[in-house]
């Protein structure tokens, strides 16, 4: 077993946008079994192919608040090294969740003094990897520690979604006292916040029987949540797989498979680029795990990508300028730009396929590795928040999916897919196309 730690490797290069040249007709270049839109749907409905179930997904909404203070690089590392675990696991979740992540960060001297040195780094996003972009930028420097007042500014700061299924939690890690606040006391925040629906984990970066552990508990016991002492600075386990070199390469492989859009479009996916090369720069094992998010439901970039943001009730394809589109849909008619859009669709649910049996296999790797070596990961920081994220979601009816099985390490080539009922799927994919 190769145990990494915390390696840097060399950084993944960016990876090159590649788009299919444009079909001639609206049936040229496509797959057989696409049914183009019909003329008179056209005009009076958004063209767009919904996913039936996006409309009726369930929110979770996770707020992480991290003490960026002198002494926390570790914490840092272990959240950019287990961002990706994190939200993998909350995949596993059925019915799968739409997830919104925020970051704040505290303690940190070069925040705002008048603000309780608070910072939003980001607010309630789908866009992963803009929360990856803002963890890697993250710099510790002194500080006061207030945990309530980072606290309240989660609570009222962000938008939180008002609907009583939605799964609302904040975690916050720090090393300090946590009541060293004294304008805004964390017994009375952590009351507000529970009486709205959100809960509190609080992650101790300390040893359990220090004196100041207790108030900490209490963070968690007052806001329905729970309480972990982690090691930040050496709970970080990571184990390298056969398999990472193969999700590496699906990674790129997907990234061909986005249609940028709009003013974010080139930027989002030169910081997809961007994020893959982050998470390789740490070790494979990181990126294999980002590699797993990427292929998930979770993985959404609506803000920058056409076929993302065609899932959406509220997006109109046919208002956008022909200058905003890729380059290789300009000049397109309507009829021709939602055939494309299907088309590139198929190719990247046939990558995400490929993605979810390589890190099913991996995921097994790794438990069985974990089991032979007797690794304790019970003081890491990813092991504390999925524990705690787990219970919550089922309290919520979410319900896991098993650990998958071990299969053979060295079976690393791809396996042809099988529809097991074509003709269903072409019928469903229809069904989608005349919902628009």
Partial sequence: MNLLRTTSLALLSATALAFAAPPQTAQQGIGEDFIPLRAEFIGHLPPIIRNPRE??????????????????????????????????????????????????????????????????????????????????????????????????????QLDWTPSDSTLKLIVVAGNESADQDQTFYYPDVCKSLITRGIMVNAIYCGNPADEIAPGWREVAVLADGHYAAIDH??????????????????????????????????WGAMNQAAQDSNAQSLNTATAAQRCATKGSELYSNVGWDLIDACKQEDFKLAELKDESLPEAMRGMTLEQKVAYIAEMGKKR?????????????????????????????????????????????????????PDPVVGPPSDVQPQPQVDEDPQAEGEAQAEDLLDC
């Fill in 349 to 401: 649910e046939a990558v995400q396929k490929q993605i979810a049996d390589f890190s099913a296999k991996r995921q097994a790797y790794v438990n069985e590795e974990m089991k032979k070596n007797q690794t304790d990961a019970d003081r890491s920081f990813d092991t504390a928040l999925r524990s705690a994220i787990r219970v919550q979601a089922q309290s919520k009816g979410f319900k896991f999916k």
């Fill in 55 to 156: 409309a009726s997904r369930r929110t979770v909404e996770l707020a992480i608040c991290l003490d960026t203070s002198g002494s926390m690089d570790g914490l840092i590392e272990a959240a950019k090294l287990k961002l990706w675990d994190i939200v993998n696991d909350l995949a596993l979740a059925t019915p799968t969740p739409r997830l919104r992540v925020a970051l704040l960060t505290y303690g940190n001297d070069g925040h705002i003094a008048e603000d309780g040195w608070v910072h939003v780094d980001s607010p309630f996003t789908e866009d992963l990897d803009e929360v990856s972009r803002q963890l890697f930028a993250l710099r510790t420097n002194g500080g006061t520690e207030l945990v309530g007042r980072v606290l309240r500014e989660a609570g009222e």
């Fill in 233 to 266: 600075n050496n709970g970080n386990v990571v184990i390298a797989s056969p398999f990472d070199d193969k999700l590496a390469e699906l990674s790129s492989t997907i990234n061909t498979t986005y249609l940028p859009y709009g003013e974010k479009g080139v």
